[in-house]
Structures are given as C-alpha cells and as structure tokens.
C-alpha cells in the first residue's frame, strides 16, 4: 500500500501535499487539545506498533505480500486525530530513513493510510461500540472498523494509481506514470484486501483493542495504570520482525524499475526520471553490515531503530505543540 515515487505524477503528488498541509495542521491542533500529558506514552508506543507491524510481510499466492497497516488501532485507542499524527509520522520515517514509499508520494501515503484509515475505522468503531460495549461487541466493533478502514484505504490507492493513465500519457500513448488503468487496479488490490488482508487486519486491530482494555486499568479511557507490559509486547514484536523476511515477492504496485520492465516490457518515462531517486540512508532495511551480520538481525535492528526514532519523534511533536 506504500506508493513509491515515479507512480504518480508531480502534479497528483502536489495535490496530496496541497491537501494534506491543512489535515496535518488541524490534526495536531486538534490533538494538542484532546490529548492528555499522560496519553503522550500511548501515542508513541501506537506509533511504533504500526512502524513494526508493516514489517511483518505476509506472502500471497502468485508472489506478491502485503502486510497489516495497524491505521484504526491508534484512532481507536486516542482519536482519529491522534491516529493521523501517528501514522503519519510512522510512514514519514519509513519514507526519509528506508526507503519504503515514495518521498514525493509521501503525502498521498498519508492520505491513503493515516487520514481514511483513522477516520473511517474510528467513525465505524464509535458507532457500533456506543454505549457500554461488552467485550464481545468491542472486539466486534474494532474488527469491523478495521477491515472496512483498511479496503477503503486500499480502495484508494488503486483509484490513485489506475487514475494515472488517464491523466498523463506521453505521445506514444503510453502512461507516463503507474500503467495499470482502474480495471486492472481495482481488482488487484481490492480482491486481496477483501479475502486475505482484511480478515487479518480486522483480527490484529481487535486483539490489540481488547487486550489494552482487558488489562482493565483505564488505558484507553483514563489514561491509568502501567504501560511497561505493552512496551515488552512492543519489543517482543520488534525482535519477531525477522518473519516477515518469509515473504519475498513484492507487493502489487510497488514494483522496482526492472520488475515493471519484466512485466509490461518498457519503464514510463515519468517512473523513469522521478522513481527510485530517493532510495532511503538505510534503504530496504538494511543497516550497514559492517559486522556481517546475518539478514534477520538486522531486519531485526532496523525495526529496533525505527521503533526508538518514532517514540523520540512523537515526543518531539508533543514539545513542540505544547509550546
């Protein structure tokens, strides 16, 4: 679901960031005002856990992956705005620091992913978890909103990139940008998002929800009670990264220049001058190997560092909003 750079045009990416300036604005006002000092702990920690979990690739038949986005637990957990500073600062990092999602396509990310995500699982989950929700209706209500969150999120990149022939195309008639028009698109992503990710999407987001308010000490609600056992469940996810090394096949539409080139037999030429130019410092995950390192610890490394900057960089926006 991360669209690299060289998929949509520069004038589709300025349109995103055109949109996205004012959200990101009114998002961390509107955080600044609902979040508490004691909920900055959770923020970071939801954070992180949608940093980790996007790393858990989970492989498809025919070769592609894809992986659970997280994008309605934080929306759930502290609000739709919040959810929006958190994902946003997750696929920020993953952006400028790995690589994974394009910079210029960092606002359309955003979009996809922090805005639609948090707001539609947050608006879903509110409105079938109103009232006193028991257990069962609360997990019920999270796992709905997430899975609906995440096929609108996914139903929107492939609006994005199947609108791309249709908007800029060079004399030759060929796309400039992502080639695959909306009915090739749509299906693709939408068919693996409705039977596979989905369902794995709506389990995760309604385990996490009913295991912070299991823990029954106001987590979600008061801000109450210790975090440290979902810091360890944080580390322990860090230290499984590795596991998602098993899927090795690319997701659809995140395809390298000579994976597009296999597939349709050219590279447009608007891929060709604007992707892959920014490749990240530690691109795919990998950290220098210097000590020779096997490839899972340092998937596993990388996952750590991320995890660390995230929580630093939310404390940062805390400081600076609450100036």
Same mark, same amino acid.
């Given at each position: ?43 970071? /920690?939801? +954070?992180?856990? @949608?940093? !980790? ?6 492989? $498809?038949?025919? &070769?592609?992956? =894809? ?84 096929? /609108?999120? +996914?139903?929107? @990149?492939? !609006? ?6 249709? $908007?800029?195309? &060079?004399?030759? =008639? ?86 597009? +080139? ?17 490749? =990240? ?43």
């Amino acid at each position: 679901m991360h669209i690299p750079d060289g998929y949509l045009s520069p004038a589709t990416c300025g349109v995103f960031y055109a949109a996205m300036a004012p959200v990101w604005y009114f998002a961390s006002k509107r955080a600044e005002k609902t979040l508490k000092p004691r909920e900055m702990p959770l923020l970071a /920690l939801g +954070a992180a856990f @949608v940093f !980790v979990i996007m790393m858990f690739n989970i492989p $498809l038949p025919g &070769g592609s992956s =894809g992986h659970m986005a997280g994008g309605a637990v934080v929306a759930i957990a502290l609000g739709p705005w919040a959810g929006i500073i958190a994902m946003s600062l997750a696929l920020a990092l993953q952006a400028f620091l790995f690589g994974d999602g394009g910079l210029m396509a960092l606002a359309a990310n955003c979009f996809n992913m922090a805005v639609v995500m948090s707001l539609s699982g947050y608006g879903i989950y509110r409105a079938l978890a109103f009232g006193e929700p028991g257990p069962g209706r609360r997990f019920f209500a999270a796992a709905v909103a997430a899975y609906v969150a995440v096929n /609108l999120a +996914a139903l929107a @990149v492939a !609006v994005e990139l199947g609108m791309q022939p249709l $908007l800029a195309a &060079g004399a030759d =008639g060929r796309p400039l940008y992502a080639p695959y028009p909306l009915s090739i698109s749509v299906p693709a992503m939408m068919l693996p998002h409705l039977f596979f990710f989905g369902p794995i999407e709506a389990v995760g987001t309604a385990l996490v929800v009913s295991y912070v308010h299991g823990m029954n000490r106001g987590l979600l609600h008061e801000g109450k009670g210790s975090l440290k056992p979902l810091w360890i469940a944080m580390a322990v996810l860090a230290v499984l990264t590795p596991a998602g090394l098993i899927a090795s096949g690319t997701p659809w539409g995140e395809w390298g220049k000579e994976e597009l +080139a296999e597939l349709i037999g050219y590279v447009p030429s608007g891929m060709e001058r604007y992707g892959e130019a920014w490749k =990240g410092l530690v691109p795919d995950y990998s950290l220098p190997r210097m000590s020779g390192l096997p490839e899972p610890v340092v998937y596993m490394l990388s996952a750590l560092l991320g995890s660390a900057l995230l929580v630093a960089a939310v404390y940062a926006w805390g400081r600076i909003w609450r100036r």
